[in-house]
């Protein structure tokens, strides 16, 4: 999916047109889909624009849902801008795990662990199946197994080096519970806002899921080579909260779930170095 391409007047416009007077408004660093603009309207907002609302109304369902207990920003507006969808919420002081230092990472690291508590702690009884689920909480899957299972389902045609971990996902998914906890599915770094020690936003609920919540914290210990802020996160776990990390063969298989997934996307954008630093992540954790 490509990003948009709406202009600063024209989303400048569509601000004014919806809430009325609107002071500060600036574009923001953007994502690889996703257009986004901050603004203040009797109170600070952002703008995102996107060409599918799928991840917006993910987000408005999570805030519905969980916001009295997660840090999850309210969505005020979804509405069609063109071709595409936008979507206002509002902004919360933040900065991202992934811009802080390696001190202040750490000092946030417990925050950071409470609120995954907090995800496995909610209660998912009006959401039904497993795995992705849409805007209205229903999965796309059966059982847990059924999702990691369903990554070998993909065409794997010239991609060398896949068939132990595709086999060790599907032994694994074969015999596994059916989880059904609140998962973020990309949980980390650039998704969870933080401000003076404390986490302020988790956002982006556009890949939750109903499933195991090892998966959200595979995602941490995956990337810890790539990301440092990831790196922090991994290390203050082995040292100060091991018993997260007890069930090795659950992260490991989520782990090489994420690791494939990620491959697969790389070798199709052709991201030649994000391909081959997966593979070894592979190689790794076989």
Aim: with cysteine; proline share 4%; charged share 25%.
């Amino acid at each position: 999916m490509g990003k948009t391409l709406v202009s600063s007047e024209d989303a400048f416009a569509f601000i004014e047109a919806r809430v009325g007077r609107v002071t500060g408004f600036r574009r923001l660093t953007e994502g690889e889909e996703c257009q986004a603009f901050e603004f203040d309207a009797e109170g600070p907002f952002v703008l995102r624009i996107n060409q599918d609302g799928v991840g917006f109304a993910k987000d408005m369902l999570m805030h519905h849902h969980f916001g009295a207990t997660l840090p999850i920003p309210e969505v005020t507006l979804i509405s069609p801008l063109g071709d595409a969808v936008a979507c206002i919420s509002r902004r919360v002081p933040k900065l991202t795990l992934q811009d802080l230092t390696a001190v202040e990472a750490l000092r946030v690291a417990p925050a950071v662990a409470q609120v995954m508590s907090a995800m496995a702690a909610c209660d998912m009884g009006g959401f039904v199946g497993a795995g992705p689920f849409d805007a209205e909480g229903k999965g796309a899957f059966s059982t847990w197994g059924g999702f990691l299972a369903d990554i070998a389902a993909r065409d794997w045609r010239g991609i060398s080096d896949v068939s132990a971990p595709l086999d060790a996902i599907l032994r694994f998914a074969e015999t596994r519970p059916n989880h059904r906890y609140l998962v973020h599915g990309d949980f980390g770094s650039n998704n969870v806002l933080c401000d003076k020690g404390q986490i302020t936003g988790v956002i982006d609920w556009s890949e939750a899921m109903l499933g195991d919540p090892h998966y959200d914290l595979a995602n941490i210990l995956f990337w810890r080579s790539w990301l440092s802020c990831m790196e922090v996160q991994a290390g203050f776990f082995e040292r100060e909260q091991p018993h997260r990390l007890s069930d090795t063969e659950s992260l490991r298989i989520c782990s090489l779930r994420i690791a494939l997934d990620t491959l697969w996307h790389a070798v199709r954008d052709e991201d030649t170095l994000l391909a081959d630093w997966t593979r070894g992540r592979l190689k790794e954790l076989l």
